[in-house]
């Protein structure tokens, strides 16, 4: 079954637990008016503070002079993958995909548009020097979500590749924001974290996106347990082999937790202190997963569908201990 997952601050925890009653429910639909152009970062802060709550959370977690740099990016990751469950059809979704490779064209010449995000994400991409090429990937792998959203993926290594696309790829920005890109071993442990983190992420949202008719665990899986798309958008959680099909694609999601967490070996067994702002992201995957295996593996139960209550306090162990 799924290994417990490792708690794990020396700052006080005031301010993570402050963030926690000033965090208002996930929504789907960007609504950000704080900050604009005269302050991007207050707008991407406003956006992830909104959209991204365990973000939110774990970015008191990192240095403030470095927070402008990780607001900009996880604002950027948050805008491209909202633009699905924003625009009417795909053609529009790619028109929005091609306006951000566009802004990464910009910047790389120095001349970002006028707005918020993307003049946040020059002022990282300048003092970090973050490749473009990182962000042209991510843009890149949610463009080809649009186009199979309704078909989802077909083999878990279809998914996993998404994984490394888009979550890894934003650690590795994240670990050269903090000048720690250079390190092979915490960009390996990143990339599986970064899979690890997507198929929580999908798991939890499967409820949202069997209700529009998208199934998010892989057509192989899916099939092996004899679990019928259909059925699953008609009849949800009582679906005949759904609950066997969830603890599969977990325990795909376990294992990259876990080989994130044995690669750190090298180092002792624990994270660096100034990486923790990375590997804090582990602490939701692995919560989440306990609370599913608890539930059954029953991904439309209350007690894995609610927010954690609990999550402030483990992300401060999880800091203090530089374990995820």
Known sequence: MLASASRGVKRPIAAILNATRRIQPYTRHVSTTAG???????????????????????????????????FALKAFYVELATIQETVSNAMIGKMRMQFWRDVVKDITEGKPPQHPIALALARAS???????YHL??????????????????????SLTQHGEATASTLNYLLLA???????????????????????????????YHASRGRMVIPAEITARHGVRQE?????????????DAVFELATVGNDHLMTAREMLKELEGKVPRGAMGVFAAGVPVGSY?????????????????GREWQLAWRVWISYHRCKF
């Open 36 to 70: 604009g152009i005269a302050d991007p970062i207050a707008y991407c802060r406003d956006l992830v503070r909104k959209h991204d709550y365990e973000s939110f959370l774990i970015s008191h977690l990192w240095p403030r002079e470095v927070q402008p740099g990780y």
């Open 126 to 132: 300048k003092a970090a020097h973050l490749a473009p």
């Open 136 to 157: 042209r990937r991510i843009i890149d792998a949610r463009d080809a979500e649009l186009s199979g959203a309704s078909a989802g993926h077909m083999t878990v290594e």
């Open 177 to 207: 924001l903090l000048r720690l890109g250079g390190s092979e071993t915490l960009a390996h442990a990143a990339s599986h974290l970064g899979v690890a983190q997507t198929i929580g992420i999908l798991l939890r949202a499967l409820p």
């Open 231 to 243: 059925e699953v958008f008609r009849r949800g959680g009582a679906t005949e082999g759904l609950a």
């Open 289 to 305: 997963l306990q609370r599913l295996e608890a539930a059954n593996f029953d991904a439309y139960a209350a007690a894995v569908q």
